[in-house]
């Protein structure tokens, strides 16, 4: 049984740092893309970034392109997400998902990934 389980969310200040855990069971994780997606309320789940499985490849979302680090570390079974400059409209619950098929036009979307963690919430007030 696969399960994504996320973890280091919380409140901080706007320009803060937090980072993000996603660690994964009951798969070959090597073998699997893995990215990270966010909600905020009221909003459509968006995508944030991605560590693609076959070339270690990164995309960004526009929105965090240069502020968000995502990485992986296989031996642990566990993808990170660097978040730096922390700003209002990060706040959201941050989900991570995996994916040993996608493909890279389907990256950014949700359609593209089996497996879902269950979230976690990281806010920062205005």
């Known amino acids: 049984q696969v399960q994504l389980v996320e973890s280091g969310g919380g409140l901080v200040q706007p320009g803060a740092s937090l980072r993000l855990s996603c660690e994964a069971s009951g798969l070959t994780f090597s073998r699997y893309t893995m990215a990270w997606f966010r909600q905020a309320p009221g909003k459509e789940r968006e995508f944030v970034a991605v560590i693609s499985q ?24 566990t993808v990170f997400l660097q978040m730096n400059a922390l ?26 990934y089996s497996y879902w963690g269950q979230g976690t919430q990281v806010t920062v007030p205005s």
């Open 87 to 112: 700003r209002f409209e990060d706040t959201a619950v941050y989900y991570c998902a995996a994916s040993s098929s996608v493909i890279v036009t389907q990256m950014r979307s949700q359609s593209g």
């Open 54 to 77: 076959r070339s270690g490849s990164l995309f960004y979302a526009d929105s965090v392109r240069g502020r968000f680090i995502i990485s992986k570390d296989n031996a642990k079974r």
